[in-house]
Structures are given as C-alpha cells and as structure tokens.
C-alpha cells in the first residue's frame, strides 16, 4: 500500500526556474493538499483541492499554481522560482470528512532555490 | 482573519514527567481542532482531536483540553518518553471547514 508519495525528495532549482512537485495518493481521497513548512512560520497551506478539476487558494498561494485532472494526483508548480520558495513542501490527502485522523501527510519533499 | 498559534517555541523536560503544550486560537467559530506530531525529517502525524461540543478527550497517555473562553487548547503527555521528542503542532480547521490551520509548532525534547 504506497498510500501518499511525493516526488522528487530532494531538489535544487536555480532562480526563474520552473519547478514541479508532484503528489500521488493511491486511495482515491476526495481532498488534497499542499502545505509548506519554513522555520518560524509551522506549516502554512498554499492550495487545496476538495475534489478532481476543484482547487482553492489556502494562505500563501503567490507564485504557485496547481491543477488536479485526476483524483488521485495534485502536481504544485513553482512557475518562475524565487529564493524565497526554498522550503519543505507537505503533500496530504483526506477522504470527505475533513477529520483530523484521516489526514495523510507525505514524507515531504526538499526544496532548495539558488 | 484565522491564526493558531503556540505559547512557547521549546519545551524541555525529564523522561517520567508529564508534558502540558499550549496553544491558542483566534477565530472563535473554529469548532474542530487537532494536535500533531511530527518527527525530524517526516510528514505531521495525527495525535488526538477534539470537537468544540467538547471540553477534554483522552487518548493513550495523552489528553486535549479545550477552552472555548479564553480560546485555549493544550496537549497533555502523560510519561513523556524520549521517543515523543518531536515538534508538536495544533491545528483548527478553516472557516469553510475545509482544510486544515497549523500553529507555530513547540519542540518538545525527552532526555533520559
């Protein structure tokens, strides 16, 4: 049972660079997520998809856009990286109800713009 | 607008004791509410949460506490372990109910 992977781990990006990060949850969960975690600020949710061809802007959406044709499936782009997007980002799935054990998060994926 | 946040950024203590982490909410419609903990270099892990209907709720050595007056919430460990050493997160859901606030996050660190 792969349940939420996220590709790739780890990735170093220059400035203006488009960067994709891609998240796959194999038990068809209606919502998805993508939270990016910094030191100081915890994780801060960046967009959210309550179902396929759905998204909504979360806190800090600027400078990412997403897309979910697929359930099971919600890419996060960095259409032009800035320093500034240097973080850890958290991909996480949930079925319909939005409780708190049925939240998956993936392993997280590191990324580093220079 | 929403914010969670947390009373204090460490907290150090002795295995065998109890652990009480602090966090405050501001959005006073917020009727859901988790703590998570998340190890060095993992994903969040769910712990325990609580309905605002609710003021306590016990899990295995551990118990949320909610106080809806002063918009309050705390994670209680009883026998912290070394192996809850870990950086503890509250979270509340969004005033659409759907998707998840965290707080700051507080390092909690065991030593034997």
């Known amino acids: 049972d792969a349940g939420i992977t996220q590709s790739p781990r780890y990735k170093i990006t220059e400035t203006g660079r488009q960067v994709t990060l891609m998240c796959h949850q194999t038990?068809?969960?209606?919502?998805m997520f993508w939270y990016r975690q910094d030191l100081g600020h915890g994780l801060r949710l960046i967009y959210y998809?309550?179902?396929?061809?759905?998204?909504d802007k979360g806190e800090v959406p600027d400078g990412y856009v997403v897309s979910r044709s697929k359930t099971e499936n919600f890419p996060l782009t960095l259409e032009s990286a800035t320093r500034s997007q240097t973080s850890v980002y958290f991909c996480?799935?949930?079925?319909?109800?939005?409780?708190?054990?049925?939240?998956?998060f993936g392993e997280g994926s590191w990324l580093t713009v220079v | 607008g929403e914010s969670v946040g947390l009373h204090l950024p460490t907290l150090s203590v002795q295995e065998g004791d109890n652990s009480i982490i602090n966090c405050a909410y501001s959005?006073?419609?917020?009727?859901?509410f988790i703590w998570y903990k998340q190890e060095s270099g993992k994903g969040p892990q769910f712990i325990i949460d609580?309905?605002?209907?609710?003021d306590k709720r016990q899990g295995q050595r551990v118990t949320v506490l909610l106080n809806k007056t002063v918009k309050h919430l705390s994670l209680q460990i009883a026998a912290t372990q070394p192996g809850d050493s870990a950086v503890y997160f509250c979270?509340?859901?969004?005033?659409?109910?759907?998707?998840?606030?965290f707080g700051k996050g507080t390092t909690l660190s065991v030593s034997s």
């Open positions: 996480a799935s949930s079925p319909d109800t939005l409780s708190g054990n049925t939240i998956y």
């Open positions: 038990w068809s969960h209606s919502y």
């Open positions: 998809s309550a179902a396929a061809d759905i998204t």
């Open positions: 959005n006073s419609a917020s009727d859901y």
């Open positions: 609580i309905r605002s209907n609710m």
């Open positions: 979270a509340e859901t969004n005033q659409a109910g759907t998707a998840l606030i």
